[in-house]
């Protein structure tokens, strides 16, 4: 890590906006003040104007029970309404919420006034299958505008939509439906990408088959989109049919008022254990700061922008700058379904072109895939349209930030890299278009009303130029509100290593630059990030000695120049198995299809290596520091807590040896 912080420390190039893009922002410096002057009152402010209110709050933040906060908690709101029914009340029906491109070509054009019919009706729909306030429902559904319609269908009755992202496995799909115990799933029968239809349907199918266990199944109803056009097995009397009963439904329905803290989602994300975090949000602060970064990092003109955010609605991504964030704005935006190389590696900036994007929101991997390819690519299509760029999910290396600019941007086009996670629920790093001086690689201040700090271990802020640990050291509105039937895990995981100074800890690395701007630096623990998606050593590990073969397994994230971090498997096979070492590739051909399978194709070893012995400590501890040097192609690091200290050169001959 100390060569990557010394080669981003060299990067002296700043960017200041243009005289006419900073006279025409819609932030301006005065937010940070008037932040810093009250932060409570400057949330309250943010969440008058940017939101309707059936019932005013007199409460702002209750932070009296620490780390269980509330935010607005005498308010009352329906977030469907916010994002839906006032736009249209306003006068702005006619306006596009959503501009959507199927990976074949189809497209469909949604105006709000659309937009809110077609939630009302799957509203009704899922008040008659018995959903209410609080009930869970998954939804499991490509990149159309049934997902965002879901979504918000599900936020209208006031019950909790736990989305879960189509490239998720029926195992992985099973584990959500049970941990959140959901009623309704809401799936598809499949959808396109890289060029022809991906079932979805089976996988539900899957999760819910009955498993003998004696689980009780919480599942009464699948209501399923036609999409893919795929054969799909039917269970009557479960499974709907959208196109049968959304239609029929009315479009008149009025959206009641729910306590600002009523949950809004889970989102299920990795941690350091093999066991899925559901991240809850609720209502009234989540969309608050949805909305007040949406509008202000993405400097929002509603009437004239085209806004483009690549992210899946499977992803916290998705949930706040698809979903949420633009639509409680009444942006008009591109969703586009597919891959971004179907059918040819033009499609984005064929998009762009075509749709006169101006805003476009995506993540670095995205970025250095295009890179690779060459800017003869991007070149051959027409993007003048495009006004700002943002960037999220990983560090974006200076490299990639400016080309991003020069070949995307014109050189033109600010550049806001933004830094949140699923459990921040919105942006809390990012520069402000038109106010801040941008940095390629740093993401630079916290945002207007969010107080972040690089802290030693001891809870100290580092000086600047020194690196650290990063914090967030005051509530904010879009906080976590904690994991789903858990909440002992949430205080330890977030809270207890600096319950001292009462300091959330995001398990990010970071440093201070002479400025004070904030550097990201990676995961500290042991989260993978492959490409922008989360992704745990602890869970692949389990899917890992799942298999009948495998004894004991290690997995660590090693760098890739591709995908920022690739994982990387070390396994054990049992004796009893031995005989499988016989082809040892279609040994690891069948592994990494059984990750595949286990948790999803994003979660599939980039490597495995089959070796006789993991490397550990006297007391047993995996050393990964050790396994991730191997992986890397580092001379090993201090071997000598090991109880075998032989076991690293057996392991490394084998790594050598295989490239
Ligand atoms: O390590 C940070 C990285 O992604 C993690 C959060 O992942 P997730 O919850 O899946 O949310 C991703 C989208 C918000 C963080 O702990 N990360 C996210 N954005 C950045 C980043 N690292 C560096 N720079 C960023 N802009």
């Known amino acids: 890590m100390s060569t990557q912080i010394d080669h981003l420390m060299n990067e002296s190039r700043k960017f200041a906006p243009s005289a006419e893009f900073a006279a025409a922002a819609v932030a301006s410096a005065d937010l940070y003040e008037s932040a810093n002057a009250n932060r409570d009152d400057f949330w309250a402010t943010q969440a008058r104007e940017l939101l309707h209110w059936h019932t005013p709050f007199e409460q702002v933040l209750d932070w009296s029970n620490p780390p269980f906060a509330t935010w607005f908690a005498d308010g009352e709101l329906n977030v469907a309404y916010n994002c839906l029914d006032r736009h249209v009340e306003a006068g702005n029906g006619d306006r ?37 306030v609080n009930d869970r429902v998954a939804i499991y559904l490509p990149m159309i505008p049934e997902a965002i319609v879901a979504m918000l269908a599900v936020a209208r009755i006031g019950a909790v939509h736990s989305v879960v992202f189509g490239g998720f496995s029926a195992d992985s799909l099973r584990a959500r439906i049970d941990d959140a115990g959901a009623k309704v799933v809401i799936t598809a029968d499949g959808g396109y990408r890289k060029g022809k239809v991906s079932a979805l349907k089976p996988a539900v199918d899957m999760a819910l088959a009955d498993r003998g266990n004696g689980v009780q199944e919480t599942v009464e109803n699948v209501l399923v989109v036609r999409r893919g056009g795929n054969e799909v097995e039917w269970q009557e009397g479960r499974d709907l049919w959208w196109h049968d009963v959304v239609p029929a439904a009315s479009a008149a329905h009025t959206a009641k008022a729910f306590p600002a803290e009523n949950p809004l989602f889970i989102l299920y994300t990795s941690g350091t254990t093999g066991k899925p975090k559901g991240i809850v949000h609720t209502s009234g602060g989540y969309l ?49 379904e597919g891959t971004p190389d179907s059918p040819h590696p033009g499609r984005w900036w064929e998009i762009v072109e075509k749709y006169r994007v101006t805003t476009l929101y995506t993540a670095p991997t995205a970025i250095r895939s ?44 600010p550049i806001v890299d933004t830094w949140w996670q699923t459990e921040t629920g919105a942006i809390m790093i990012s520069a402000l278009p038109g106010v801040t001086e941008t940095k390629p690689g740093s993401a630079q201040v916290a945002v207007p009303g969010v107080a972040i700090e690089v802290v030693n271990e001891a809870g100290e802020t580092v000086a600047n130029g020194d690196g650290g640990l990063l914090v967030v050291t005051e509530p904010w509105p879009s906080m976590l509100r904690g994991i789903w039937g858990d909440p002992d895990r949430f205080v330890e995981t977030y809270w207890e290593k600096f319950a001292a100074q ?33 992704l745990s050593t602890a869970e692949i590990e389990s899917a890992l000695v799942a298999h009948e073969a495998t004894a004991e397994a290690a997995v660590v994230g090693a760098s890739d120049e591709a995908t920022g971090q690739a994982v990387v498997a070390f396994v054990c096979i049992k004796e009893s198995h031995k005989d499988v070492l016989k082809d040892t590739d279609a040994l690891v051909k069948n592994l990494r299809t059984w990750v595949g399978e286990q948790i999803g194709p994003i979660a599939r070893p980039r490597d ?52």
């Open 608 to 659: 495995i290596y089959i070796v006789t012995e993991l490397p550990k400590t006297r007391s047993g501890k995996i050393m990964r520091r050790l396994l991730r040097d191997v992986a890397e192609g580092r001379e090993v690091g201090d071997t000598t807590t090991l109880a075998d200290t032989m076991v690293m050169s057996t392991i490394q001959s084998k790594v050598t040896g295989k490239k």
């Open 370 to 413: 295009f890179m690779k390819i060459g800017r003869h690519i991007p070149q051959k299509f027409d993007l003048s349209s495009l006004r700002l760029l943002g960037s999220v999910g990983e560090p974006i290396n200076p490299e990639a930030w400016m080309w991003y600019r020069s070949v995307i941007g014109a050189d033109l086009a």
């Open 502 to 534: 009462g300091y959330y800890f995001a398990g990010d690395g970071a440093r201070r630059d002479e400025d004070g701007d904030i550097w990201l630096l990676g995961r500290v623990d042991d989260v993978m990030n492959v490409s922008g998606h989360r």
């Open 96 to 132: 596009t919420a959503l501009l959507w491109e199927g990976e074949n070509g189809d497209e469909r054009q949604v105006t709000y006034a659309e937009l809110t019919d077609e939630v009302s009706r799957v509203a009704h729909v899922l008040e008659d299958l018995g959903i209410s």
């Open 288 to 336: 608050t700061q949805a909305a007040f970064t949406h509008r202000n990092v993405f400097d929002l003109k509603p009437e004239s922008d085209v806004y483009w955010c690549t992210a899946d609605v499977g992803w916290i991504t998705g949930h706040s700058y698809v979903t949420y964030g633009p639509l409680a704005n009444g942006a008009t935006q591109v969703i586009y």
